[in-house]
């Protein structure tokens, strides 16, 4: 089974798209480095605002006909076909493709609330798909709204992203609890929180420290604790400038801290 890594979290700035965009090249990028036979990666974007689309594309003009909306409102004999239609390749890497998000998507959940089915949406095509991939990472809103819901019924994994501020065990439990109670009324089987990853943390700010330390002595949280990206300016530029931060600057820290995640990941889907 092609592992899905959903990369979510209920608050908003925490770095979930960039987490998201640099997770999936940097797992492309050394599957090819260690001579996988299908190192290509799936980047779906289920957030309306299109950041994912936008820097891994350089283009956020994308409608009815030709993103995720148009998979969601297919019908569902066509809807694997659909969305085989509209991946387009990413402009950072060839085997990089990106399944990308329109503003429309917020319409396509007001239609599709209340419908019979709606979560298995995203997916029931793409299980027809995702043998073509050997990972795929989807990028979700900050709110567990029915698009964050049909990203974590397509999942096998997990990742919640979260700032230092933010690192108090009750938020954080308060939204694997959310992810648990999505899987458990749906009755994903496949789907697990695999990792909670600290973004923007900042060694000079005590604060930090001590909400890191913390997670760590946690007795169920310091288990899933599977990164720690630094506060770091490079990963600011690489967005302004719709790059990756392994392009933008493969020696800053926070391109080395990604480095390191993507060989935790590359390991648990079997390629390194």
Known sequence: MTRAFVLTNHKGGVGKSTSATNIALGIAGLLRQVGAKNPRVLLIDTDSQSHATLVTTGRNDFDTTNSLYSVL???????????????????????????????????????????????YRLADPLAKI?????????????????????????????????????????????????????????????????????????????????????LKAHPMLGKLLCGVIPMNEAVSYAHRSHRSIFTQDPKAPASRAYAHLVGRLVKQIGGA
């Open 73 to 119: 409102m297919a019908e569902r004999q066509s809807a694997p076909q659909v969305l085989a239609d509209v991946i387009v390749q990413s402009g950072w890497d060839e085997n990089l493709h990106v399944l990308p998000a329109t503003p429309l998507l917020e319409q396509a959940e007001r239609e599709l609330q209340g419908t019979a089915g709606s979560p």
């Open 130 to 214: 995702a043998p073509h991939y050997a990972a795929i990472v989807i990028d979700t809103r900050p709110s567990f709204s029915l698009m964050t819901e049909m990203a974590l019924v397509a999942a096998t994994d997990a990742i919640v992203p979260v700032e230092p501020r933010y690192l108090e065990t009750v938020g954080l439990m308060s939204v694997i609890g959310k992810i648990h109670e999505i899987r458990d009324g749906w009755r994903i089987q496949n789907l697990r929180v695999s990792g909670v990853l600290v973004t923007k943390m900042d060694k000079r700010v005590r604060g930090h420290h001590n909400m890191l330390n913390e």
